[in-house]
């Protein structure tokens, strides 16, 4: 399961990479796609470490 998300985890960072290059958003544009929509992968990505967490304790 982990492997299987990491690999998801890497395609949708080059889904947004490729849709900056697609779009024409430039550095900045591209830059501002990986941070918006990066920032869910993030959440994601916490809220699992934080539920473990709160499973241990």
Do not use: H, R
């Not at 796609?33 to 934080?50: D, T």
């Amino acid at each position: 399961m982990t492997v299987c998300l990491t690999g998801l985890i890497i395609f949708m960072g080059f889904i947004i990479w490729d849709l900056g290059k697609k779009s024409q958003a430039g550095k900045m544009g591209t830059a501002v796609l990986f941070l918006v929509l990066g920032f869910g992968v993030v959440g994601f990505i916490f809220k699992n470490v934080l539920v473990e967490f709160l499973v241990l304790k």
